[in-house]
């Protein structure tokens, strides 16, 4: 029993051994992957999970296409060393045992052109004491193109992209495609949609796309045939079919609306009573009747069937040529008062205040006129007499004294 605790005791230590062992740590190596000729490139080493360590040491090599420029510590030590000329450096009197992290970086300088790219190699050993307790290999390999690309034809990569490879450091350029402005290889119609065919105007790219051109909403009809004649008092339907899409488009007719024709009096209209009339409709047989309107008496001259006197009011008489019907009207009494202005008599009769009215209305409408004229005339008249007058004194004087000197 106790050979089987033992035994079981010496694996369990075997295998925490071999775990120890195998999480002993690792180590990266980061920065770009690619750098032009001519220009330096920096990486750093980083480690992770390594045991607390008194000393670290690094050795780096490198392909031919890289020269190494420098390499510096990132962590704090009391021996602090790297030879540029060896390609290797320690790291001794740690300030703090955990070497974890961003441990050491270089900078290399990329000589000539490599599309395959140069490889980059760190060894990290770490150790506590005199034991070894890290000893892993960091690597990159980093592309180096050149200053000035040296492309070649482009080819198609997908629907939307085409690349094209420089033939020194094989950089690899991704571009959209550049389409040209396309040929209508279909129209599109009302019933199917068209097509645009459009080819890359790259040079070596021999992409191409196809864009659907969306139906047209114009349609090609034929001419109006009637589906449903129109009647008097019901409309009609008519039709038209598209040729390519078959299509069709309806209209209604209006109704036509009766046509009434040959009416015929029922009933005379007279002068005080409506007349009536009926009508069909010529098409549909439809009945109507119209009222004809009363047409009114037809009173011609008056006859004086009294005369008026200056005492009396007389009496004329009107009869409608159509019916007989008679109208009488007085006629006022005679005016002696003014019989000059025989003109109207009515408006003598009227009243006063008509006078006045035109009186006011003559003054003011003629004012001008009338009174210039009349003050024009007056006055021109009575300087004529006066100059006469004068002339005829003068003449008399003068032929007096011709006659007194004379004797
Ligand atoms: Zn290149
Ligand atoms: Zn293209
Ligand atoms: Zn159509
Ligand atoms: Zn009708
Ligand atoms: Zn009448």
């Not at 000539?112 to 990290?124: I, L, P, R, W």
């Not at 008519?238 to 009434?260: M, P, Y």
Request: hydrophobic share 35%; proline share 1%; aromatic share 4%.
């Amino acid at each position: 029993m106790k050979k089987i605790i033992s035994l079981i005791t010496c694996l369990v230590l075997m295998m925490t051994v071999c775990i120890t062992a195998s999480a002993a740590g690792s180590s990266t190596l980061n920065g770009n992957g690619s750098v032009a000729v001519g220009s330096n490139i920096e990486l750093t080493v980083n480690v992770k999970d390594c045991a607390d360590a008194s000393s670290i040491a690094v050795a780096i090599t490198f392909d031919d296409g890289f020269e190494l420029v420098s390499g510096s510590w990132l962590k704090e030590g009391s021996i602090k060393v790297f030879d540029t000329a060896k390609n290797k450096g320690s790291l001794g009197g740690l300030a703090s045992p955990n070497v974890n992290g961003n441990l050491f970086k270089l900078v290399l300088k990329a000589k000539t052109v490599s599309a395959d790219g140069e490889k980059v190699n760190v060894n990290v050993i770490a150790k506590n004491g005199s034991n070894e307790i890290l000893n892993v290999n960091a690597s990159k390999t980093v592309k180096i193109t050149c200053t000035t690309h040296k492309y070649g034809n482009y080819t198609k990569k997908d629907a939307n992209n085409h690349t094209r490879t420089c033939s020194e450091c094989g950089n690899v350029e991704t571009k959209a495609h550049t389409w040209d402005k396309g040929t209508v290889t279909k129209k599109a119609t009302c019933k199917e949609q068209g097509n645009t065919h459009y080819t890359c105007t790259a040079s070596g790219c021999d992409a191409t796309k196809d864009v659907a051109i969306a139906k047209t909403k114009t349609h090609s009809y034929g001419a109006w045939t009637v589906t449903k004649e129109a009647t008097c008092t019901e409309k009609g339907a008519q039709e038209r079919v598209c040729s390519i899409c078959s299509n069709k488009e309806t209209k209604d007719i209006a109704a036509l609306g009766h046509k009434f024709a040959n009416a015929k009096v029922e009933k005379e209209a007279t002068c005080t009573e409506a007349g009536k009339e009926s009508g069909e409709c010529t098409v549909c047989g439809q009945k109507t009747t119209n009222t004809i309107k009363a047409k009114g008496h037809s009173f011609g001259k008056a006859v004086v069937t009294k005369e008026a006197t200056e005492t009396e009011t007389g009496l004329k008489t009107y009869t409608c040529s159509v019916c007989g019907e008679k109208k009488e009207e007085v006629i006022p009494v005679l005016n002696t008062e003014s019989e000059v202005p025989t003109t109207s008599d009515t408006a003598d009769t009227d009243a006063t205040s008509s006078d006045a009215n035109t009186d006011v209305d003559v003054d003011a409408d003629a004012d001008a006129d009338a009174d210039a004229d009349s003050s024009n005339e007056g006055g021109f008249n009575g300087k004529i007499l006066i100059i006469v007058i004068l002339a005829v004194v003068l003449v008399g004087l003068a032929v007096v004294l011709i006659i007194k000197k004379r004797k």
